[in-house]
């Protein structure tokens, strides 16, 4: 009979029962670097994950148990929040100006705008999920605070 080597239970087949360990064999290589030895996803899927769907997911991942002890991963959901909130707030703010100021021909600026955001969000996502951390210039260091880094 096998034992787990992760929680030493008596173990019938490939995997433990009890924690899900793989038993008897090394992990594969297709099992990637998107899952660590504790179930948790690597570090740079769930930062980029963070950005995938703004504020929701980075509220989601600094709720999430193993998640929101990791301080990589909580700088990336606090500055995915404080990005998606930077951006609603130009945006708003941007519309409301140019609409007291009756510049009706300048809302193309709002449109320049919102695609400079998001062309932010894909570098973020890109960048972030091939391991690299970009601090953003204003909200940078606030998350990195927040962040406890």
Same mark, same amino acid.
């Given at each position: #009979?096998? +034992?787990?080597?992760?929680?030493? %239970?008596?173990?019938?087949?490939?995997?433990? &029962?009890?924690?899900?360990?793989?038993?008897?064999?090394?992990? %594969?290589?297709? %099992?990637?670097? &998107? #899952?660590? &030895?504790?179930?948790? #996803?690597?570090?740079?899927?769930?930062?980029?994950?963070?950005?995938?769907?703004?504020?929701?997911?980075?509220?989601?991942? !600094?709720?999430?148990?193993?998640?929101?002890?990791?301080?990589? @991963?909580?700088? $990336? &959901?606090?500055? %995915? @929040?404080? #990005?998606?909130?930077?951006?609603?707030?130009?945006?708003?703010?941007?519309?409301?100006?140019?609409?007291?100021? $009756?510049?009706?021909? !300048?809302? +193309?600026?709002?449109?320049?705008?919102?695609?400079?955001? +998001?062309?932010?969000?894909?570098?973020?996502?890109?960048?972030?999920?091939?391991?690299?951390? @970009?601090?953003?210039?204003?909200?940078?260091? @606030?998350?990195?605070?927040?962040?406890?880094?």
């Amino acid at each position: #009979m096998a +034992f787990c080597a992760t929680c030493g %239970s008596a173990v019938e087949g490939q995997f433990c &029962a009890k924690c899900g360990s793989q038993v008897g064999a090394a992990p %594969s290589a297709a %099992s990637g670097p &998107a #899952m660590q &030895a504790s179930g948790a #996803m690597a570090d740079n899927v769930a930062g980029a994950l963070c950005y995938l769907v703004g504020l929701i997911t980075g509220i989601i991942f !600094l709720v999430l148990a193993p998640y929101n002890q990791n301080r990589v @991963i909580r700088f $990336h &959901a606090f500055q %995915s @929040i404080f #990005m998606n909130v930077a951006w609603i707030v130009i945006a708003f703010g941007l519309n409301i100006v140019l609409g007291i100021l $009756h510049l009706w021909s !300048l809302f +193309f600026l709002s449109s320049f705008v919102g695609l400079a955001f +998001f062309v932010l969000w894909i570098v973020m996502l890109i960048q972030t999920y091939q391991g690299k951390t @970009i601090v953003l210039p204003l909200i940078g260091p @606030i998350a990195k605070q927040q962040a406890g880094n």
